[in-house]
């Protein structure tokens, strides 16, 4: 593996997740138990697919555009 050629991760945390998408933890959160994003349990950890995200904003700048 070349240090030139970084790994782009599949999925994030929480942490991560809130970050891309431009949003608060809390908020985040109140995302995922509305099920607007996709989630899933990888031993302790809660993660999201980075193709997840980017498909929920996506949806919203479709759904919200002037």
Do not use: C, W
């Not at 970050?19 to 809660?46: P, Q």
């Amino acid at each position: 593996m070349s240090l030139n050629n970084p790994i782009t991760p599949l999925s994030v945390g929480v942490d991560d997740g809130a970050r891309l998408i431009g949003v608060a933890r809390s908020m985040f959160y109140e995302i995922l138990a509305r099920r607007e994003i996709e989630s899933f349990k990888l031993g302790r950890r809660r993660l999201v697919l980075v193709k997840n995200l980017e498909a929920f904003i996506n949806r919203q700048a479709k759904e919200n555009s002037r």
